[in-house]
């Protein structure tokens, strides 16, 4: 049977484990981190609404000043059509005709500057729009960074206690023989982190099933003990 000694260096192993997987837990499921999961969703939420306004800005930025660019050079032609037609010396049928590309192209002036304004109104909402989603954008960002900053305080803090843990195991470790260490790492993956447990009162510590006393003689013949009903290795 495994001497005594392997079995205390052992429940001692398991107390250090099941810290480090309560500290791995609570690392894990910090109630922050619901906060900054939140805050980081709305930031992505956010940052896309913002990436679309400023691309529809970008667009109605370049329809504007492609308006603007060909406003400016129909302005330019009419102003020379209508240098043309005062200066007189043409037929009548050309002064005629002239006349008529002139209100023509006072037509399309005017319907050039109703796109202008219209271009310009929608640039100006968007301008707006976007600004507005600018600054929500970068509130966002703060709380999610307060909030990025406050897990990391939390985690400093958990870390430091799980690298304790970890020396106290890196201490433990070599005091058990591999075999036994083989069969307790195979029944703590198996029973939830409990491969080993004492008998106290007739009761197993890992199941909490009572053990008759013939019972518990026959897992005493057992190398190593282990209980009838879990098959934890049991220190009676």
């Given amino acids: 049977m495994k001497d005594m000694q392997s079995f205390g260096d052992l429940l001692d192993l398991q107390d250090v ?3 480090i997987d309560r ?39 370049r329809d504007l000043d492609k308006a603007e660019g060909e406003l ?13 037609l005062f200066a007189g010396g043409m037929s009548a049928r050309e002064t005629e005709n002239m006349r008529n ?11 050039m500057e109703d796109l202008v304004l219209g271009l310009i109104d929608a640039r100006e909402a968007l301008e707006q729009l976007t600004n507005a989603a600018g600054a929500r954008l970068e ?48 029944l703590r993956d198996a029973k939830q982190g409990v491969a080993i447990s004492r ?10 099933l009572a053990l008759s006393a013939a019972e518990q003689l026959e897992v005493a013949a057992e190398d190593p003990p282990l209980c009838l009903h879990c098959r934890r290795i049991l220190v009676l």
């Avoid at 002139?102 to 005017?110: A, D, G, M, T, Y």
């Avoid at 106290?200 to 890992?206: E, I, K, M, R």
């Fill in 17 to 19: 484990d099941l810290d």
């Fill in 23 to 61: 500290l791995l837990h609570t690392r894990g499921t910090l109630p922050i981190l619901d906060d900054y999961k939140s805050a980081h969703g709305a930031t992505v939420v956010a940052k896309g609404e913002f990436e679309r306004l400023d691309g529809e800005l970008k667009l109605a930025s």
């Fill in 72 to 84: 400016e050079i129909l302005e330019e032609k009419l102003g020379r059509e209508e240098q043309r």
């Fill in 101 to 111: 590309e002139v209100i023509s192209l006072r037509s399309k002036q005017s319907e």
């Fill in 139 to 186: 509130e966002l960002k703060a709380v999610e960074a307060k909030l990025e900053a406050e897990v990391a305080q939390a985690w400093k803090k958990i870390d430091a206690e799980l690298a304790r843990r970890e020396g106290s195991k890196a201490e433990i470790v070599p005091l058990i023989p591999p075999d036994f260490l083989e069969m307790y790492e195979r």
């Fill in 199 to 208: 008998l106290v009162d007739g009761v197993c510590g890992g199941c909490h």
